[in-house]
């Protein structure tokens, strides 16, 4: 159960460093300033998944230079994170160098795509591994591109931004990301109106609010049992299947996209799963990363929130640390945690640099 893991030899592979459970990258250079990044496992397997990729957004690397990133939450196993972290950028590459631009309808494109390739997976493992149809993964996403930011979201991971206060009072924290968990009323009342006839669409157990009883968001990539009917059965264990029949989805894998024009007073961007929010608000985040050094902040606020679990269980942090996975789930989520810094050069329309980067997060575990 309890092991020094934390303490482990640190190897760096190039991209990144590994600490026992955590990965991280302290400090990157991306075509709009530079980057930091640190994941922590808490689960039996890494659930959590994550990317950043700057360079050229288009598969024919000729079209508009920007800054892509993605932020995979799995649930149920992490074959659906894995998945999207291997296919969500080709596929929106290649929507942008159809569509020559980047855009919301692109990204809407790109996660549909990717949705559907990963249903479509399912089906044909359905017979030999129908526990595939019960994987599925939160997704946002984070797009950097001739001065505009955009945002997509399905589940309850969240992006904010960090802007300057008029004045010089400090850093302001702004929620860019819209979430769909069911613990959120508009979330419920969406579902109730898309679901008229269904009273059982949302249900209170354990004292949490969920999607037909079962999983808390009402978006995501995956869950192939909750939007085709024909995995909604047998080899799928019961514990997964829905009693009462359905014609139409019960989740969806749109994202809500936001679209920001950045300006002089956006300093810098957090995009995390919702293993972070658990433990620190959006302010407290925002006032880590302004007020200590660039260089390995991501794994700054990972420290941040992983604190505050021990203090909430009434530990001491050094005995968190030596908890294993698995069984440190009890304790918290797998922890995602990207912080993007914009320099000015994104304002001016002059990008730092037309270097291509490509990093990915831990992915063995």
Avoid at 52 to 80: C, I, K, Q, R, W
Avoid at 135 to 151: A, E, P, T
Avoid at 205 to 218: L, P
Avoid at 320 to 346: E, M, N, P, W, Y
């Amino acid at each position: 159960m309890v092991k020094p893991c934390w303490r482990a030899r640190v190897d760096d592979d190039g991209s990144g460093k590994v600490d026992g459970l955590l990965w991280y990258k302290e400090l990157g250079h991306h075509v709009h300033g530079e980057f930091s990044m640190a994941v922590i496992q808490a689960n039996s397997s890494l659930e959590d998944q994550t990317q950043l990729e700057s360079g050229s957004l288009s598969s024919t690397n000729s079209g508009p230079l920007g800054t892509f990133v993605g932020v995979y939450d799995g649930h149920g196993g992490n074959e659906a994170s894995k998945f999207i972290n291997h296919n969500l950028l080709q596929n929106f590459k290649a929507i942008v160098s159809e569509h020559q631009e980047v855009s919301e309808t692109v990204i809407k494109k790109a996660f549909a795509a990717t949705d559907e390739d990963f249903l479509c997976l399912v089906k044909k493992q359905w017979l030999s591994k129908p526990q595939m149809a019960s994987v599925g993964s939160c997704c946002l996403v984070g797009v950097i591109c001739d001065g505009m930011l955009y945002v997509a979201n399905a589940g309850d991971s969240r992006a904010v931004l960090g802007r300057t206060v008029r004045g010089g009072r400090g850093v302001t924290a702004i929620q860019l990301s819209q979430e769909h968990n069911a613990n959120l009323e508009i979330v419920r009342n969406e579902l109730w109106s898309l679901h008229p006839d269904d009273p059982q669409i949302v249900v209170m157990k354990h004292k949490v609010w969920r999607v037909k009883g079962i999983i808390q968001v009402s978006r995501s990539i995956g869950d192939a049992y909750l939007k085709k009917a024909q995995f909604n059965k047998e080899p799928l264990q019961s514990k997964f299947r829905v009693q009462e029949p359905f014609d139409k989805p019960i989740l969806s894998s749109e994202p809500s996209v936001s679209v920001h024009k950045l300006q002089p007073e956006d300093q810098f961007l957090i995009f995390a799963s919702d293993g972070l929010w658990e433990q620190l608000s959006n302010q407290e985040a925002v006032d880590i990363v302004q007020n200590f050094p660039r260089n390995g902040i991501a794994k700054r606020l990972v420290k941040a929130a992983l604190m505050e679990a021990a203090r909430k269980r009434e530990m001491r942090y050094a005995d968190l640390q030596k908890i294993d996975q698995g069984v440190r789930r009890h304790f918290h989520d797998d922890i995602t945690a990207v912080v993007v810094f914009i320099d000015s050069h994104v304002i001016s329309g002059r990008p730092f640099g037309s270097f291509p980067v490509s990093i990915r997060g831990r992915t063995n575990s």
